[in-house]
């Protein structure tokens, strides 16, 4: 609230001064017919200043803006300045804000984007061709006799049983999170795609021109397993801790596919025979691109 001279305008447009000081015996009108004395416009000077000292921190109300206003044209006629300066609303400063506390950014609870796509892409292949036994859908798969460029990609989208879908699956979500955590939802699924595509131009060149068929996402999990470990390789506790922990695991995977490769034996599950060396293909691909990105210049050394 702010403090206003005692002022009030009449019918006729003549304003009075309140009784102050030595002239309480009286109210005295200000107005172009009855000059006043200079004794009151000197008294009714320093009302119209401290009121507008007053309303240079504090917000004046309408009514105040419009006496003071009045006032100071009045003083001026009788040739006295009343040192008052036009007070807006916006001009009165406001009370400082507090900063706004800065709020930490959240950590992403469950899996991101990228891995929850790739899961939904492989679960509704599996669900389709299982449902709707569309002939389209029977063309997804690698064919080695009769091979079609987007077989390389659309066969790291195809299972052959729930076990197979199911295994890989869980890879995905463990080691896709990883990968997205680090890489983003586009670094896991560039890796998902160019490790799976090196996984069925191995598993093709392996057998050309044979019946043979070559499906499954194992190739590219394999490629995620080489990402997700290489990217922890980080100088800090938390990160060389997470990098042995997943190595381990890793190289396990890695040992019994070589093993597997150099002895000629390939395992067999729910009767579909598993492609060992599309498995280390799609492992070295994810080594590639970890090297390759690793020698790209940051954005701070652009």
Not at 178 to 206: H, K, M, N, Q, R
Request: charged share 15%; aromatic share 8%.
């Amino acid at each position: 609230m702010c403090v206003s001279p005692s002022v009030s305008v009449a019918a006729s447009g003549s304003m009075t001064l309140g009784s102050v000081g030595a002239c309480s015996s009286h109210r005295l009108c200000l107005s172009p017919t009855s000059p006043p004395c200079e004794s009151h416009l000197r008294i009714y000077q320093s009302r119209i200043t401290y009121s507008s000292r007053l309303c240079r921190t504090r917000k004046p109300s309408p009514c105040t803006l419009a006496a003071l206003s009045d006032g100071d044209d009045i003083l001026k006629k009788y040739g006295i300045d009343a040192a008052v300066t036009e007070v807006a609303p916006s001009a009165v400063p406001s009370k400082p804000q507090a900063p706004r506390a800065r709020v930490p950014a959240q950590r992403r609870k469950g899996m991101g984007n990228g891995v929850f796509s790739l899961l939904l892409l492989n679960f509704g292949v599996f669900a389709a061709a299982r449902l709707l036994n569309a002939p389209i859908l029977a063309a997804l798969p690698l064919h080695h006799w009769a091979p079609q460029w987007w077989q390389f990609i659309t066969a790291t989208f195809c299972h052959a049983s729930w076990d197979h879908l199911s295994g890989n699956a869980f890879s995905l979500l463990i080691f896709g999170r990883i990968v997205e955590d680090e890489e983003g939802g586009v670094g896991v699924w560039a890796t998902y795609l160019l490790c799976g595509l090196g996984g069925c131009l191995a598993s093709y060149f392996s057998a050309p021109h044979t019946h043979t068929v070559s499906l499954g996402a194992s190739a590219a999990v394999f490629g995620l397993f080489a990402v997700a470990v290489l990217t922890k390789f980080k100088p800090t506790l938390r990160h060389l801790l997470e990098a042995v922990v997943l190595g381990t695991f890793v190289m396990k995977q890695l040992l019994n596919e070589v093993h597997m490769v150099s002895s000629g034996r390939a395992l067999t599950l729910a009767g579909v025979q598993v492609g060992h060396l599309a498995h280390l293909a799609g492992a070295l691909v994810g080594v590639v691109l970890v090297l390759i990105l690793s020698r790209l210049p940051s954005g701070e050394e652009k």
